[in-house]
């Protein structure tokens, strides 16, 4: 059975960068769309961006166009998030997500596989 787990959170200052990892243990991601959310205490979790299984589509949020990239490596079974110029309000846990079904998505509901989140935190 697939597992995706994030790694590369953590504590920085406003303007700094993180990338994060999804590894998947258990099974591959080649084929399947991946996509990053986020949940900050009190909020939805909300969409942040999505890859295509080949890497050559790709979308993001408003808020974090121009300053975060996500890519993919799938013969590391692995999909990372490049987050600069970080700003508090990116502070949330982030999440990483297989879509087993064509085409990318903004929907958490399109998401099937989730990894267990990791904690990123901007200070001011």
């Known amino acids: 059975q697939v597992q995706l787990v994030e790694s590369g959170g953590g504590l920085v200052q406003a303007g700094g960068s993180l990338r994060l990892c999804c590894a998947a243990s258990g099974g591959f991601l080649s084929g399947y769309s991946m996509g990053w959310f986020r949940q900050a205490p009190g909020n939805e979790r909300e969409f942040v961006a999505a890859?295509?299984?080949?890497?050559?589509?790709?979308t993001y949020a408003d808020s974090v166009k121009g300053r975060f990239t996500i890519s993919r490596d799938n013969a590391k079974n692995t999909a990372y998030l490049q987050m600069n110029s970080l700003e508090p309000e990116d502070t949330a846990i982030y999440y990483c997500a297989a879509k087993f079904s064509a085409g990318i998505s903004v929907s958490t509901l399109d998401y099937r596989l989730w990894g267990q989140g990791c904690q990123v935190t901007v200070s001011s």
């Open positions: 890859i295509s299984w080949s890497g050559r589509t790709t």
